[in-house]
């Protein structure tokens, strides 16, 4: 079969667009990017999609007691950021148990106490990286089992392709579990310019210069290629991979900031619309 020539992702004229996927024709419901009057009004709106992004992995089944974090800046102190509370369920996390932490790990709102181990990671990485907005990190099965091998993902698919040459394997402190300041710093680092980490004998960390949205959305499609990528792992089977100039195309286009908080608008939609205690 004769190849077929793909058109270099920034040769296609977006008409001012962000991404191809937004529409041409005027009139249409399309997601769009909300627009702020206020810090208090940008801030709740933050803060509910935190809730959303934590009540989302409670429903993709990445709860492991009390380990994962994620994190979102406050757009007014952006030396301050709001995260999940210690020892409380994805399920039952609520805008009113919220907590707001600096980059020591002092809780400067909210009543619970902070999870140490997303202290060091996370405040180290939005303090290392002013431009990264948000976080996530879970203990999940496939993403710790393919963490295991220290080594990246393949281009199997048009969803792996989307994390092709934007992320990293990070292999210090790996099984070492994360409550030295130490810790976070090395992680950090190796969060320059990607949006995702899997951390040797640990597990997988997204980031996003975007929306807690985008970070949250690709950590569970990270996930997902984890699971995949054991399931072709097991079949014995060597699987044809996506060539590299088509899995940047890929990339280009279903794998941008942009595109991560487009997929999270159904599961926003989803979640405020069946579980209103989140905005208790």
Known sequence: MAAVLQTPAQDIDLKGRVSIYQPE??????????????????REHLKQRLVAACRAFALQ????????????????????YWTNPMAVHFSQVKVSNLILADHEGKVVEGRHAINRAGFVLHAAVHEMHP?????????TVYGTAFASLGRPLEPISQ???????????IGDEAGQVAVEVKAGHKVA????????AIHQNHGLLTA?????????????ALERCCQQQLMID?????????????????????????????????????????????FD
């Open 234 to 278: 097991a079949s014995g089977h060597k699987p044809r991979l996506v060539s590299p100039e088509r899995a940047r195309y890929s990339r280009e286009h279903v794998g941008s900031e942009y595109i991560g908080w487009l997929h999270f608008q159904p599961i926003w939609e989803q979640i405020s619309r069946t579980q209103p205690d989140m």
């Open 159 to 169: 969803d792996a392709a989307a994390f092709y040459e934007d992320h990293v394997v």
């Open 208 to 220: 996003s210069r975007h929306s807690i949205e985008s970070a949250a959305f690709w950590f569970i």
């Open 25 to 42: 024709q005027p009139g249409l419901v399309f997601p769009e990017i909300p627009r702020f009057e206020s810090h208090a009004a940008h």
């Open 189 to 196: 680092h190796a969060f320059k310019g990607v949006k995702a």
């Open 61 to 80: 089944g990445f709860d492991y007691g009390f380990a994962g974090h994620l994190t979102i800046r406050d757009p007014e102190h952006p030396q301050l």
């Open 131 to 139: 431009d990264i907005l948000a976080m996530c990190h879970a203990h």
